[in-house]
């Protein structure tokens, strides 16, 4: 659904329904609390498992670390459950150059703040910015720099667009105001 015109655009955002966040919830809960009776049942020296015997895992580092994955692979896999079906950071970005107004909506978590709506007005973005990070996790994205605001983001998390589609989406808000682009040197 990425609707866009001469004055419009809007772009969907994914949030907790994909691929692989389903793929985690499902492939976890079976392994995870597998790894904890191991690593306790070698800390104990008892063999609390049918097909190891604990004294083939030394309790440090072996079953510290066990014990440990079993446990926060069950509360990640529990959260993925929770966010999956209310579609947790979803929702969509609308650039308004006619209006002059970029609103920004995402769900949450149900409760009071379920749904999180923001307002930017074109002539309150001062730059885009480039961030531009090489290495073992390479980035590359742009951010608007908006008057009394932290900068905004303007793709989709986790999306790593080449640098000809930065380029793009970071001038597409620029071009109504007359906006710099500046860019953003490598972060350590």
């Known amino acids: 659904?990425?609707?866009?015109?001469?004055?419009?655009?809007?772009?969907?955002?994914?949030?907790?329904?994909?691929?692989?966040?389903?793929?985690?919830?499902?492939?976890?809960?079976?392994?995870?609390?597998?790894?904890?009776?191991?690593?306790?049942?070698?800390?104990?020296?008892?063999?609390?498992?049918?097909?190891?015997?604990?004294?083939?895992?030394?309790?440090?580092?072996?079953?510290?670390?066990?014990?440990?994955?079993?446990?926060?692979?069950?509360?990640?896999?529990?959260?993925?459950?929770?966010?999956?079906?209310?579609?947790?950071?979803?929702?969509?970005?609308?650039?308004?150059?006619?209006?002059?107004?970029?609103?920004?909506?995402?769900w949450g978590f149900p409760g009071e703040n379920r749904r999180i709506s923001t307002r930017f007005p074109v002539k309150n973005i001062q730059a885009i910015r480039m961030e531009v990070r090489e290495g073992i996790y390479p980035r590359h994205a742009p951010h608007m720099r908006i008057e009394g605001q932290q900068n905004v983001p303007p793709t989709r998390p986790g999306e790593h667009p080449t640098p000809g589609d930065m380029e793009r989406k970071a001038a597409e808000p620029a071009r109504p105001p007359s906006v710099s682009i500046e860019g953003l040197e490598d972060e350590p």
């Open 1 to 106: 659904m990425n609707q866009q015109s001469e004055r419009l655009r809007v772009e969907p955002i994914e949030g907790s329904r994909r691929v692989g966040n389903s793929f985690r919830a499902r492939v976890t809960p079976p392994g995870a609390p597998g790894f904890f009776p191991v690593g306790i049942s070698s800390y104990l020296d008892r063999d609390l498992t049918p097909l190891l015997p604990p004294q083939q895992i030394p309790f440090v580092p072996q079953g510290i670390v066990m014990s440990f994955y079993g446990i926060v692979g069950s509360f990640s896999s529990s959260h993925l459950w929770r966010a999956i079906p209310w579609d947790v950071g979803g929702g969509y970005d609308r650039y308004d150059k006619q209006g002059g107004i970029i609103p920004s909506s995402r």
